[in-house]
């Protein structure tokens, strides 16, 4: 199975509350909430005042995803606040391993991020240390960008290193997932799509209808994979 985490820097946040409202009536699993410090992205995304909002507004997980250069600086406010997920990126960190397990010790479920140029071998001594893997399948920072076909392969590298042994680590993709690039991560090994522009937030139907509509694309082309790999 996979999970949809809808990304809410794509979201209309001048309706966010309704917003917030019709994807927890559609069923999301986890709101993505990024947080950008104009560093390590050239770009400002979400901040902690607005996990702090929605904290008291839903009861839907939060995957707060950290795009900042130091990402040690954080540690204190997820703890205040109760973040339930938190992942920061490998590349701002100089020292990963404690900051996993401070953001453990404040008690979170804790993901590193790779960008696409970083190769899944680099989590080789993370892995214990972690619940989840961010591959990001665009550069960080900004919505709407190609997707690099690359990282399927970093999915399935990924995937053999957590399996043997089983971990239970999850691997979530982020970067333009539409119904065929989503069906391929999973088809690699993902099971966590974080959902934009391409999918969730398509403007099409209303934002209830959209993501129902991504998810059953999503659920028919793995169906027919199925169906074809059995006959």
């Known amino acids: 199975m996979f999970s949809i985490a809808p990304s809410l820097m794509c979201a209309n946040l001048l309706e966010l509350e309704q917003e917030v409202r019709e994807l ?19 770009n400002l995304g ?6 702090r909002q929605l904290r008291s507004l839903t009861a839907v997980p939060l995957d707060v995803h950290l795009m900042v250069d130091v990402p040690e600086d954080y540690v ?3 703890e205040t606040l109760g973040v339930p997920y938190i992942s920061f990126h490998l590349e701002a960190s100089r020292n ?16 590193i991020a790779l960008n696409p140029a970083t190769p899944a071998s680099a989590m080789r001594y993370l892995i214990s240390e972690i619940d ?17 076909a690359s990282m399927y392969d970093k999915i399935g590298e990924l995937r053999a290193m ?3 042994p089983d971990t239970g680590i999850r691997i979530e993709v982020d970067g333009n997932l539409d119904a065929e690039t989503s069906r391929r991560c999973i088809e690699c090994g993902a099971s966590i799509l974080v959902g934009g522009t391409s999918s969730v937030f398509r403007r099409q ?14 659920e028919r082309f793995r169906t027919q994979r199925v169906e074809t790999v059995s006959n």
């Open 46 to 51: 979400l901040n902690f005042d607005l996990v």
């Open 24 to 42: 927890e009536r559609a069923g999301a699993e986890f709101f993505h909430i990024d947080i950008m410090d104009g560093h390590f992205v050239p």
């Open 76 to 78: 204190r406010m997820a």
């Open 162 to 164: 957590l399996e043997s």
């Open 205 to 218: 139907y209303g934002t209830y209808a959209d993501y129902v509509a991504f998810r059953t694309e999503v």
């Open 132 to 148: 989840y893997v961010v591959v990001m399948t665009v550069e960080p920072g900004f919505a709407g960008q190609k997707f690099i």
């Open 96 to 111: 990963p391993i404690r900051l996993a397990r401070a953001y453990k010790a404040a008690g979170a479920k804790v993901g």
